[in-house]
């Protein structure tokens, strides 16, 4: 018998609560700061997880640098960092976190809304599809998300294919900016907007059409010079206005964890779980897994994670 309150309860009635309650009654928590895109993984996985180890996750998405400044700017504490671009741990994390491992590659794709127009013609040359009179294009915020600038990228590098000033045309075309890849998949469902640029895996994940872009654009090959292109945008920093210059770069998909984790136990086991067991799952939901996944730090820090993955450096 469990007493709360002077009032007596049954324990098998406690555990009930804690179950209907989508609690493991000793569940570990491990809190995660996520980008948006990767959402539909962790609502997958998150049963799972709870029954596999015993650990509960608390996910927050957003863009990933938004999840980068909850850390570094504004001091609250997580256990865990999924982001869309592994730099952004060197970039923004530095002082947080001393390691890095890159466990999935992306590409960006071209999504078509839902009534959306000349889509026949943009199969055939999105370029001048884009730019027509009474076509939408929304896109993500380049200080927020990664799939902000990698957009901006993409038009930079397609601009180098035969479309000079093709990205400031289409940038006059989206003069508000949404704040993650998730918004850009609920406009494109709902028909809100004809197009938007976003990745593979949050088109399959959300049933979107979309159309694929040449390999030399799509910032989605790791064998393809996308450094040839390069944005630089403004981000606030401490509340002071930051010019920031990216370079293009295969999309990769990050997992790190800060130094002053208050988990860390738990935080290792569900890099592991996730790597290992749920590794094929990643697939199923667009994204192409590192195998054996990349860790970028120092050689005690790679083996402390007791993963299987391969050391690939210091992180950069």
């Known amino acids: 018998m469990t007493v709360f309150s002077g009032f007596r309860f049954p324990a098998t009635l406690v555990v009930w609560m804690f179950l209907l309650a989508g609690c493991h009654p000793s569940a570990r928590p491990v809190r995660v700061f996520s980008a948006a895109g990767f959402a539909p993984v962790w ?16 996910v927050e998405s957003s863009g990933s640098e938004v999840a980068c400044r909850k850390l570094a700017e504004l001091g609250r504490p997580c256990d865990l960092l999924v982001l869309a671009d592994g730099d952004l741990v060197a970039r923004l994390l ?5 390691w890095r491992i890159d466990f999935a590659t992306d590409e960006v794709v071209l999504g078509i809304g839902a009534r959306a127009s000349g889509v026949s013609d943009a199969e055939k040359n999105w370029p001048d599809v884009l ?23 993409v038009l930079a590098l397609q601009e180098r294919l035969g479309n000079p000033g093709l990205q400031e045309r289409l940038k006059a075309k989206s003069p508000s900016p949404v704040d993650d890849v998730e918004r850009l998949a609920v406009l494109l469902k709902t028909g809100e907007t004809d197009y938007a640029f976003l990745y593979r895996s949050t088109c399959l994940t959300h049933s979107i059409r979309f159309i694929p872009l040449d390999r030399r654009v799509n910032l989605g090959s790791p064998d393809e010079d996308y450094g040839r292109a390069s944005v630089t945008f403004s981000r606030l920093k401490s509340g002071e206005r930051k010019e920031v210059t990216v370079k ?43 195998a054996p996944p990349k860790f970028f730090g120092g050689r005690e820090a790679w083996q402390a994670t007791g993963g299987n993955t391969v050391y690939s450096g210091p992180l950069k």
């Not at 609502?43 to 608390?58: N, P, V, Y």
């Not at 530095?94 to 001393?98: E, K, W």
């Not at 130094?259 to 086991?269: D, Q, S």
Request: with cysteine.
């Open 131 to 153: 730019l027509r009179d009474g076509v939408s294009l929304s896109r993500a915020n380049e200080s927020l998300a990664p799939i902000g600038y990698r957009t901006l990228l």
């Open 43 to 58: 609502e997958a996985i998150r049963e799972d997880c709870r029954r596999d180890l015993g650990i509960d996750l608390l």
């Open 94 to 98: 530095r002082g947080q976190c001393s």
């Open 248 to 290: 293009g770069a295969p999309c990769t998909w990050t997992v790190t964890m800060p130094e002053n984790c208050e988990n860390k136990e738990a935080a290792l086991a569900t890099i592991r779980w996730l790597l290992g067991q749920k590794a094929e799952l990643l697939a199923q939901f667009g994204y192409s897994p590192i």
